[in-house]
Nanobody, 135 residues
Framework: QAHVAESGGGSVQTGGSLRLVCTVF????????IGWFRQAPGKEREGVAS???????SYADSVKGRFTISRDPAKNTAYLEMNNLKLEDTGMYYC?????????????????????????????WGKGTQVTVSS
């Protein structure tokens, strides 16, 4: 059964870096659009970055210039490189994957406008990986 799993979270100080990994199982990741989302305690899940279609990449304003999303089809993985981390980047980070084009566009829009996403909004969600940034 197709599913995704995140890894790479951890604890860092402000200004530090982490690389999150989203591994796709049971389906060719090249057929999917991939999004990274995060949820801080007491807040809604928000879009961070997305990779849609043939290479359209989008970022939330809060992470532009600091985070980079990429993918490696040969490894069936996607990555989120996070640099210059801030306290407000703390949260549980989730990878989402989607095969349906309209929902891929919705994923991209969610990221661009900084909207929230529910845990059932896209086809595949991982269980999340915790990122904690401290001063």
């Amino acid at each position: 059964q197709a599913h995704v799993a995140e890894s790479g979270g951890g604890s860092v100080q402000t200004g530090g870096s982490l690389r999150l990994v989203c591994t796709v199982f049971g389906v060719n990741s090249s057929d999917l659009c991939i999004g990274w989302f995060r949820q801080a305690p007491g807040k809604e899940r928000e879009g961070v970055a997305s990779f849609v279609g043939g290479g359209t990449i989008s970022y939330a304003d809060s992470v532009k210039g600091r985070f980079t999303i990429s993918r490696d089809p040969a490894k069936n993985t996607a990555y989120l490189e996070m640099n210059n981390l801030k306290l407000e980047d703390t949260g549980m980070y989730y990878c989402a994957a989607e095969s349906r084009f309209p929902e891929c566009i919705r994923m991209q829009t969610t990221v661009i406008v900084g909207a929230s996403a529910s845990a059932t909004e896209f086809q595949f969600w991982g269980k999340g990986t915790q990122v904690t940034v401290s001063s």
